[in-house]
């Protein structure tokens, strides 16, 4: 009963929500946007980005967490960031940060965790973890520097938290060990990032509240059954978070198969909580991961070189036509009125 309520019955989540494909190909490298509608996802509209940095061939993606307040964060490689409402067009370029650019001599690589709104101070927040590198043989020269030069012992590649805040428009490092990102599938609800994270063989979701800049975890079942195959790794146990119906979703595979088990959050921070609802397969060989969710029950796939849509409603799937050899994601995008500082 709790399944069929919970498929059937429409949720006030997605009202006045747009759903986003976008898909990035490597070579050459671009990013293609579109809008989804239709009753079967038939109608497809470019989404129009900005070009905020003035670049020939920007490549500006969103970032998959989804929109806040109707404002999506858009990315452009290696580190530039952008907040944009397409609704009213307004946009924000995010200031640098001087972790990346100062010195000592190491290679930054940020990762970003999250985007969301903090409702307690009436702010946009963004925050990432910067992972640090010993510089190349091809950066020492580009910096003009001997490999003496850099006292590699004195250089501490430790990661680095940091949070961004538009209404003060600068960094802040946070002084605490939040466990990274292990897995795909950013999400954000209610103020809250979340994301995957792992330990051994032990999986956990982190929770980030953006207003008190405090985290909590929440253990996550197996899901996968042990007797799958008699040479089973952990590492080959995949997961990801998506936004099922309004409820946050956990779908788990073995890489090995086509089988996808999906199960609800009730409470935050009690693993007790999670509830299987759905056994989906198994499947195409050709599935490789989940992309993300629809608003009626529709999960979306990666295929080969195409997409499909499992209705969980009807238990049928459908082609989605889209780009080749593309990196996907579903974005759910919810309308509203913009920033307003």
């Not at 590649?157 to 292990?182: F, G, K």
Request: glycine share 6%; with cysteine.
């Amino acid at each position: 009963m709790f399944r069929t309520n919970f498929i059937y019955i429409p949720h006030s989540y997605y009202d006045d929500t747009t759903l986003i494909l976008q898909e990035i190909v490597e070579t050459p490298l671009k990013c293609y946007i579109h809008s989804l509608s239709g009753e079967r996802f038939e109608n497809r509209l470019k989404f129009h980005m900005p070009n905020p940095f003035q670049v020939e061939n920007p490549l500006l993606y969103i970032l998959e967490s989804g929109s806040a307040n109707g404002t999506l964060c858009l990315c452009e490689p290696p580190d530039e960031l952008v907040l944009w409402n397409p609704s009213t067009d307004e946009l924000n370029v995010v200031t640098s940060s001087s972790m990346v650019s100062m010195p000592p001599y190491r290679d930054p690589y940020p990762a970003l965790h999250g985007f969301g709104y903090d409702h307690v101070r009436d702010d946009y927040k963004i925050i990432r973890c910067i992972h640090f590198f010993p510089l190349e043989d091809e950066d020492l020269f580009r910096l003009n520097l001997l490999k003496e030069d850099v006292q590699r012992d004195e250089i501490s590649y430790a990661p680095v938290w940091e949070i961004y805040s538009l209404r003060c428009n600068t960094w802040e490092e946070l002084h605490v060990d939040i466990p990274p990102l292990c897995f795909s599938g950013l999400l954000y609800t209610d103020g809250i990032c979340h994301w995957l994270s792992r330990n051994n063989a032990q999986y956990y979701m982190v929770s980030f509240d953006l207003s008190n800049h405090v985290f909590f975890t929440t253990f996550t079942p197996l899901e996968i059954p042990t007797d799958i195959d008699p040479n089973l790794d952990f590492g080959d146990v995949m997961k990801q978070l998506v936004m099922l119906n309004g409820s946050i979703a956990l779908i788990s595979w073995y890489e090995y198969t086509a089988t996808f088990h999906i199960s609800v959050l009730g409470e935050l921070g009690v693993s007790e909580s999670w509830t299987k609802l759905f056994i989906i397969g198994p499947l195409s060989d050709l599935l490789t991961y989940p992309i993300g969710a629809g608003s009626n029950g529709d999960i979306f796939f990666k295929a080969g070189d195409g997409k499909l849509v499992f209705d969980l409603r009807t238990q049928m799937i459908e082609e989605l036509d889209g780009v080749e050899k593309a990196y996907s994601e579903i974005i759910i995008y919810k309308k509203n009125g913009g920033i307003d500082h």
